[in-house]
């Protein structure tokens, strides 16, 4: 692991985000940093190639692995993308999905173990849900404090419909 780490010190500067191990191929990882910046390794973190797909007025953008298909990526910057190919090439899946613009808080986003069609998406306060790969998207109904941000999610593995949310900025006194 230290040497892990000290690999990829090399690649990223700045702030460290989020890391992801590809879960058929250990030598392939995904890193992350502030304001978007989004690399891949194919030697198990030794080198690696920046494959953010579009521009972001956010500190923090989130990026996850499709839990079926290891080569499918999903990243939330300004708009949403997908990638079929490790983040070689990116499709965007939104416009103007957000209320109020890109930026801002980090967005969580992923695709449910049981059905991969079915993908959410946080930002801030709300909950967007698309069950058709990502063609369309819908906001859910939360009933969120406003002051409550949604940090982190988690879906079912089995029920493509049960998600588990968890929020910041939020206490009794709110």
């Not at 499709?66 to 999903?74: D, V």
């Not at 849900?129 to 998207?137: A, E, K, P």
Request: proline share 4%; charged share 10%.
């Amino acid at each position: 692991l230290a040497s892990f780490l000290q690999k990829t010190a090399v690649i990223n500067a700045g702030d460290g985000m989020k890391c992801i191990v590809d879960y058929t191929d250990s030598n392939v990882v995904y890193s992350s940093y502030q304001s978007g910046g989004l690399y891949r390794s194919d030697d198990g973190g030794a080198t690696g190639q920046y494959i953010a797909p579009g521009p972001t007025s956010s500190f923090f953008n989130d990026y996850s692995l499709n839990p079926l298909n290891h080569n499918t990526l999903y990243a939330a910057y300004d708009e949403v993308y997908k990638s079929y190919d490790e983040g070689a090439t990116w499709t965007q899946m939104t416009n103007a999905l957000y209320p109020s613009g890109g930026g801002g808080y980090g967005m969580p986003i992923l695709a449910a173990p049981s059905d991969t069609n079915v993908i959410y998406l946080a930002r801030m306060t709300n909950l967007y849900r698309s069950s058709d790969g990502g063609s369309t998207w819908t906001m859910v109904s939360l009933n969120l404090p406003s002051i409550a941000l949604i940090s982190g999610m988690t879906v079912s593995s089995t029920d493509a419909n049960t998600v588990w949310l968890t929020i910041s900025g939020y206490n009794s006194y709110s």
